[in-house]
């Protein structure tokens, strides 16, 4: 039997109005690349019983599954908005919004061009150690990673290390603008070992276009005023930089999901 969902008010009816949180995944509601504390989904239902509540993460929906559902409970069940893939992949109240697509936007022949510089840099790259998956594919994005996804957690740990002495993404991402500089690509750094890459605008921010239709749709419209953003990467160069610091969001920068319950806690009363 699949354990019980709590049961939540219409979106319109939340008590507090017009107000959602957003949040990322990695370093703000679990540690990067584990799974979520029972305390902090305990803490995501009853906040999500006073306002709107989603996440928004660079990864796939099928990893932020693995973070943040278990295995009977989808991860979209938990969430009134879950934007994967920074809102390229979206689904609100379970049912799934409109896709995009970077390999459409960008064309075969240029993707091409593009990973097959990015796979030349990575085999000359001079690091400790290095696994496998150094470019992952997603619907709206590249992730790439030198050291390659398939490292272990220790592994991870590891290279942040070794990447915060030697600035090994930093580095990476300069050369790729220096041979891409009209390409109109963005490169965001962001959890321990990898850094992601998509158009101009489809950032963290790109969400907030799901948001905004809010107020235009017919069953129960929702503008919300008041759009707050927990994250880690806030930081000029990380992946939570263009959404923490939008015009139209309040930003919260964290240290780690202890922090953004504390937060949480503090801004609502909790």
């Known amino acids: 039997m699949a354990d019980p969902v709590p049961l939540y008010p219409p979106l319109a009816e939340r008590p507090i109005k017009n107000t959602i949180c957003l949040f990322d995944v990695d370093g703000t509601l679990t540690p990067a690349r584990r799974d979520v504390s029972p305390e902090m989904l305990y803490l995501l239902s009853a906040l ?5 509540i989603g996440f928004v993460g660079g990864s796939d929906l099928v990893k932020q599954q693995e973070q943040l559902g278990t295995s009977t409970v ?3 069940s938990l969430f009134d908005f879950c ?4 809102g390229l992949t979206a689904f609100r109240l379970g049912e799934p919004l ?6 459409k936007w960008l064309g075969e022949d240029r993707y091409k061009e593009l990973v097959r510089f990015i796979l030349h840099y990575v085999a000359d790259l001079d690091l400790p150690l290095k696994r496998g998956t150094f470019v992952e594919f997603r619907n709206g994005m590249i992730n790439v990673s030198p ?3 398939n490292a272990s957690v220790d592994e991870r740990n590891e290279y942040e290390r070794y990447d915060k002495q030697h600035g090994i993404r930093k580095t990476m991402v300069e050369a790729l603008k220096k041979q891409f500089p009209d390409i109109g ?6 959890g321990q070992i990898s850094f992601d890459v998509f158009p101009h605008g489809w950032d963290k921010t790109y969400c907030l276009r799901h948001i905004e239709a809010e107020a235009t749709r017919s069953d129960g419209p929702v503008k919300y005023d008041t759009i707050h953003f927990f994250g880690d990467k806030t930081f000029e160069g990380g992946n939570d930089y263009e959404i923490y610091s939008h015009p139209r969001v309040t930003g919260h920068s964290v240290t780690g999901p202890d922090e953004t319950a504390k937060m949480v806690k503090e801004l609502f009363q909790m």
């Open 48 to 52: 999500r019983s006073r306002v709107a």
């Open 74 to 76: 989808p991860v979209t």
């Open 83 to 86: 934007f994967a893939e920074n």
């Open 98 to 103: 409109a896709k995009d697509s970077f390999i």
């Open 147 to 149: 050291i390659g996804r």
């Open 185 to 190: 690509l963005t490169y965001s750094i962001g």
